[in-house]
């Protein structure tokens, strides 16, 4: 009932709203509310004030069901009052922290339930009842509801959405580990013995103390300072050589979906409900709006500040699962500024791979994304050429999707390939890679001609398009998207000159480890590659094999690797030759390595000018160290922690919270003031109460009455008064004539609690300070005796 009235607060007044989003809004709710997340008016308050619902006129429920809240929330959402109310001035979508809105309050319950719905019982089955209507309803309303879909874009919704895709994963990752566990425990115990192989040859002399903790842990010494990558992977122990890299190919299953893997199929009702939902909202920025690269740049950084890394990795792979299905169906059917959509998606790709987040299962993915837009827009069959060559008459997408498909097959094979001196690579990668860039080497090398290269560089610096074209051309690209160009790390097409002679430079001296390796069919990729931009690119490849090289003294030499049985000769390699001329080009390829071998320093002195070349036109690739997916995890986990810590934001937290204690401490002081006030008010009102009404006794019965008895003294009292002293009588509550003349009641009580018993007051002179005897005649004492005596003779007379 509280709740409620605070979202009927909400949806009347402005100002509450207002002052309400000032002391931190649903945040300090988090909690409290998730403790009753199946409560049925607990989630429809939430929904009536996230779908701009009047509550008064939503009816209760005591279960929820997916169809009754589809059809009211259809009725009765989106009420004008309630939208203009919420987009006004201290509306609760302005506020810059996503707990504070009521859709993290609203995730916050989802993620309660989701692990409460582990459980098979009444709870659990009621937690994923109450999710599964909740999902359908925020996805039917998604497809109808422009308010919600605009809100859909904003932070508010997106990181609480994460964060509970992220509890939907790290369930699903616990049970695939201890799985794993179980399945390979043997297998562990032999690896830990050719660990302890390997630490007792290289400890060497110190391999008696190495054999005590064997059996403990796996130790394997750091590389030395004289160390050499080449050798120590030829003279690697075999066993070493098993140990992939974290997310190798090898141990992953490709023929299942990430998103079957990390949420589950259609039993697991959550996880769907989530990941439907959040297909929705992509596919619904990349198809109806332009610059829908924020929002997946949004998405890929709204992972939870305490994720570890593989729930992280987890959820990347299922968003770019998504994003893949979405882009396969935009470029069969979609318009132009859906199309410059996907190829700004490929740009937030290349951006996240360039800052290290990306193993090589997204590696992977990625590149295949890339690949598939590069194919649908260089076809002529296709239904996105066609559209790209009638819509789009400068070739501007085209030459976009180009770039972007380079970068990320050079950034891609470079990440394949042997990082530090315990990173054997991923050979699977590589060659699928290699495959992949060797069969869209046409497409890939497609760019503008050079004479219309200033002339579009000034178009990018300073667009003169119209609105259309300049809303397509922004949205290709992630930079064009940001206001800052700063924060990505990917060149723009315009900054490269030549940007084929630039692919074809980096390509080489990138396969250049590749072709002296020792991995026969990673070797004979290689060389088809070459033999493709030989083809396509003659007269780029021959300058680049052909140098001449300064040599000690100050002479030139030069080195020709083109003609004379070197690269030239796979000129005459097909690559389509059939399987019964195998052994044919196996001879060539093999006395193409030979050659290699024996011309290595000529090899070496070419593929190291070609190095040069490279970093000069690609700085942006070649010059930075892309870090590993748990190095750069831990730094956008520690980015996330001080920008949560940042003065201006902490400074708000904290006067939110002052400002909640201040109005505490004032609503106690108040009570305690008016408690005070009422008993100091309540005291003085009972004593002037009392005194009035003794003064009335008083003036009612005088001196002497009947409720006091007889005024006459007895006579052992007179007695008692001649005997004593002036300082005695004044003392006894008498009169100057020995009556007594303040009294009081008895605390003795009788029928129906009447007390009749009168006794001397002996206080009443210190408790009300009232001398009353300057009022009585004064007297001398010989008068005061004789009119005793006369007292006493005449009790006598009638006695």
Same mark, same amino acid.
């Given at each position: 009932?509280?709740?409620?009235?605070?979202?009927?607060?909400?949806?009347?007044?402005?100002?509450?709203?207002?002052?309400?989003?000032?002391?931190?809004?649903?945040?300090?709710?988090?909690?409290s509310?998730?403790?009753?997340?199946?409560?049925?008016?607990?989630?429809?308050?939430?929904?009536?004030?996230?779908?701009?619902?009047?509550?008064?006129?939503?009816?209760?429920?005591?279960?929820?069901?997916?169809?009754?809240?589809?059809?009211?929330?259809?009725?009765?959402?989106?009420?004008?009052?309630?939208?203009?109310?919420?987009?006004?001035?201290?509306?609760?979508?302005?506020?810059?922290?996503?707990?504070?809105?009521?859709?993290?309050?609203?995730?916050?319950?989802?993620g309660?339930?989701?692990?409460?719905?582990?459980?098979?019982?009444?709870?659990?089955?009621?937690?994923?009842?109450?999710?599964?209507?909740?999902?359908?309803l925020?996805?039917?309303?998604?497809?109808f509801?422009?308010?919600?879909?605009?809100?859909?874009?904003?932070?508010?919704?997106?990181?609480?959405?994460?964060q509970?895709?992220?509890?939907?994963?790290?369930?699903?990752?616990?049970?695939?580990?201890?799985?794993?566990?179980?399945?390979?425990?043997?297998?562990a115990?032999?690896?830990?013995?050719?660990?302890?192989?390997?630490?007792?040859?290289?400890?060497?002399?110190?391999?008696?103390?190495?054999?005590?903790?064997?059996?403990?842990?796996?130790?394997?010494?750091?590389?030395?300072?004289?160390?050499d990558?080449?050798?120590?992977?030829?003279?690697?122990?075999?066993?070493?050589?098993?140990?992939?890299?974290?997310?190798?190919?090898?141990?992953?299953?490709?023929?299942?979906?990430?998103?079957v893997?990390?949420?589950?199929?259609?039993?697991?009702?959550?996880?769907?409900?989530?990941?439907?939902?959040?297909?929705?909202?992509?596919?619904?920025?990349?198809?109806?709006?332009?610059?829908a690269?924020?929002?997946?740049?949004?998405?890929?950084?709204?992972?939870?500040?305490?994720?570890?890394?593989?729930?992280?990795?987890?959820?990347?792979?299922?968003?770019?699962?998504?994003?893949?299905?979405?882009?396969?169906?935009?470029?069969?059917?979609?318009?132009?500024?859906?199309?410059?959509?996907?190829?700004?998606?490929?740009?937030?790709?290349?951006?996240?791979?360039?800052?290290?987040?990306?193993a090589?299962?997204? %590696?992977?993915?990625?590149?295949?994304?890339?690949? #598939? @837009? !590069?194919? $649908?827009?260089? +076809?002529?069959?296709?239904? /996105?050429?066609?559209?790209?060559?009638?819509?789009?008459?400068?070739?501007?997408?085209?030459?976009?999707?180009?770039?972007?498909?380079?970068?990320?097959?050079?950034?891609?094979?470079?990440?394949?390939?042997?990082?530090?001196?315990?990173?054997?690579?991923?050979?699977?990668?590589?060659?699928?890679?290699?495959?992949?860039?060797?069969?869209?080497?046409?497409?890939?090398?497609?760019?503008?001609?050079?004479?219309?290269?200033?002339?579009?560089?000034?178009?990018?610096?300073?667009?003169?398009?119209?609105?259309?074209?300049?809303?397509?051309?922004?949205?290709?690209?992630?930079?064009?998207?940001?206001?800052?160009?700063?924060?990505?790390?990917?060149?723009?097409?315009?900054?490269?000159?030549?940007?084929?002679?630039?692919? %074809?430079?980096?390509?080489?001296?990138?396969?250049? #480890? @590749? !072709?002296? $390796?020792?991995? +026969?069919?990673?070797?004979? /990729?290689?060389?088809?590659l070459?033999?493709?931009?030989?083809?396509?690119?003659?007269?780029?490849?021959?300058?680049?094999?052909?140098?001449?090289?300064?040599?000690?003294?100050?002479?030139?030499?030069?080195?020709?690797?083109?003609?004379?049985?070197?690269?030239?000769?796979?000129?005459?390699?097909?690559?389509?030759?059939?399987?019964?001329?195998?052994?044919?080009?196996?001879?060539?390829?093999?006395?193409?390595?030979?050659?290699?071998?024996?011309?290595?320093?000529?090899?070496?002195?070419?593929?190291?000018?070609?190095?040069?070349?490279?970093?000069?036109?690609?700085?942006?690739?070649?010059?930075?160290?892309?870090?590993?997916?748990?190095?750069?995890?831990?730094?956008?986990q520690?980015?996330?922690?001080?920008?949560?810590?940042?003065?201006?934001?902490?400074?708000?937290?904290?006067?939110?919270?002052?400002?909640?204690?201040?109005?505490?401490?004032?609503?106690y002081?108040?009570?305690?003031?008016?408690?005070?006030?009422?008993?100091?008010?309540?005291?003085?009102?009972l004593?002037?109460g009392?005194?009035?009404?003794?003064?009335?006794?008083?003036?009612?019965?005088?001196?002497?009455?009947?409720?006091?008895?007889?005024?006459?003294?007895?006579q052992?009292?007179?007695?008692?008064?001649?005997?004593?002293?002036?300082?005695?009588?004044?003392?006894?509550?008498?009169?100057?004539?020995?009556?007594?003349?303040?009294?009081?009641?008895?605390?003795?009580?009788?029928?129906?609690?009447?007390?009749?018993?009168?006794?001397?007051?002996?206080?009443?002179?210190?408790?009300?300070?009232?001398?009353?005897?300057?009022?009585?005649?004064?007297?001398?004492?010989?008068?005061?005796?004789?009119?005793?005596?006369?007292?006493?003779?005449?009790?006598?007379?009638?006695?």
């Amino acid at each position: 009932a509280v709740f409620r009235l605070l979202i009927v607060m909400l949806q009347s007044s402005s100002s509450f709203t207002k002052q309400f989003q000032d002391d931190g809004g649903f945040a300090p709710l988090v909690l409290s509310i998730p403790k009753y997340s199946t409560s049925p008016s607990i989630m429809l308050s939430m929904l009536s004030q996230l779908l701009h619902a009047p509550i008064l006129h939503l009816p209760s429920f005591g279960a929820l069901d997916t169809a009754q809240l589809c059809s009211i929330f259809d009725t009765e959402s989106d009420a004008k009052e309630l939208i203009l109310h919420d987009s006004s001035k201290g509306g609760l979508k302005k506020s810059k922290e996503s707990l504070s809105g009521v859709f993290g309050l609203l995730a916050e319950c989802l993620g309660r339930n989701i692990q409460v719905g582990a459980s098979e019982n009444d709870l659990g089955l009621r937690a994923r009842k109450t999710n599964e209507a909740v999902l359908r309803l925020l996805t039917h309303r998604h497809c109808f509801s422009s308010p919600f879909q605009d809100f859909c874009s904003s932070p508010d919704f997106l990181e609480p959405l994460a964060q509970a895709l992220c509890l939907v994963h790290s369930g699903k990752i616990l049970g695939m580990e201890s799985t794993n566990e179980h399945i390979k425990e043997p297998a562990a115990d032999d690896n830990a013995s050719n660990y302890s192989f390997e630490r007792s040859k290289s400890i060497g002399a110190n391999s008696q103390s190495s054999d005590e903790a064997d059996d403990d842990c796996a130790f394997v010494g750091w590389p030395s300072s004289n160390f050499d990558s080449s050798t120590h992977h030829s003279e690697a122990d075999e066993s070493e050589k098993l140990i992939p890299r974290r997310g190798h190919l090898s141990t992953i299953n490709m023929e299942v979906s990430p998103t079957v893997r990390f949420v589950g199929g259609g039993g697991d009702s959550t996880g769907v409900g989530l990941v439907n939902l959040l297909t929705h909202v992509i596919s619904h920025a990349v198809k109806s709006g332009p610059q829908a690269a924020t929002l997946i740049d949004a998405l890929f950084k709204s992972f939870p500040l305490h994720a570890s890394p593989s729930e992280i990795e987890a959820f990347h792979l299922v968003l770019i699962d998504q994003c893949r299905s979405i882009v396969n169906e935009t470029v069969q059917r979609g318009s132009l500024i859906a199309f410059a959509n996907c190829v700004g998606i490929s740009s937030v790709l290349l951006h996240r791979l360039l800052t290290g987040f990306f193993a090589s299962e997204p %590696i992977l993915a990625t590149f295949n994304i890339i690949l #598939s @837009i !590069l194919e $649908s827009a260089s +076809k002529s069959e296709t239904y /996105a050429f066609r559209i790209l060559t009638k819509e789009d008459s400068d070739n501007l997408i085209r030459s976009d999707v180009a770039h972007f498909a380079r970068m990320i097959s050079l950034v891609a094979l470079r990440r394949s390939k042997p990082n530090g001196p315990w990173d054997h690579g991923d050979e699977i990668l590589q060659q699928k890679v290699i495959e992949g860039i060797s069969k869209h080497l046409k497409e890939l090398l497609y760019s503008t001609k050079n004479t219309n290269f200033q002339q579009r560089k000034k178009i990018t610096s300073m667009p003169e398009l119209s609105t259309n074209q300049r809303a397509i051309w922004e949205s290709s690209s992630l930079d064009r998207c940001l206001s800052s160009r700063d924060n990505t790390k990917y060149p723009d097409i315009y900054s490269i000159d030549e940007p084929d002679r630039a692919f %074809i430079v980096s390509l080489m001296s990138e396969l250049h #480890s @590749i !072709l002296i $390796s020792s991995n +026969k069919p990673l070797r004979q /990729a290689a060389v088809t590659l070459v033999v493709s931009m030989l083809k396509l690119r003659q007269g780029v490849m021959s300058d680049l094999l052909i140098k001449q090289v300064p040599v000690s003294g100050g002479g030139i030499r030069k080195i020709d690797l083109f003609h004379g049985g070197g690269f030239g000769a796979l000129l005459h390699h097909d690559i389509n030759r059939e399987e019964e001329d195998t052994s044919l080009e196996t001879l060539r390829l093999q006395t193409f390595f030979d050659w290699l071998n024996v011309n290595d320093a000529d090899v070496d002195d070419v593929f190291t000018l070609m190095n040069t070349e490279a970093l000069e036109r690609m700085p942006n690739i070649y010059s930075i160290q892309i870090p590993c997916p748990e190095d750069a995890i831990e730094e956008e986990q520690k980015d996330m922690f001080l920008h949560l810590s940042s003065k201006k934001l902490s400074d708000k937290v904290m006067m939110g919270s002052l400002n909640r204690n201040k109005l505490s401490q004032e609503s106690y002081e108040k009570t305690y003031e008016n408690q005070l006030k009422w008993r100091r008010q309540g005291l003085d009102d009972l004593s002037s109460g009392a005194m009035q009404w003794k003064a009335l006794l008083r003036q009612l019965k005088g001196s002497c009455s009947l409720w006091e008895g007889n005024s006459r003294p007895k006579q052992e009292t007179i007695d008692m008064f001649k005997n004593n002293t002036a300082k005695v009588a004044k003392a006894l509550p008498y009169s100057s004539a020995g009556v007594v003349s303040r009294w009081k009641l008895d605390v003795s009580e009788g029928y129906e609690r009447q007390r009749r018993k009168l006794l001397p007051n002996y206080e009443f002179d210190s408790l009300y300070h009232v001398d009353d005897r300057s009022l009585e005649p004064e007297t001398t004492e010989k008068e005061t005796l004789s009119e005793s005596n006369t007292d006493i003779d005449r009790s006598n007379h009638f006695a």
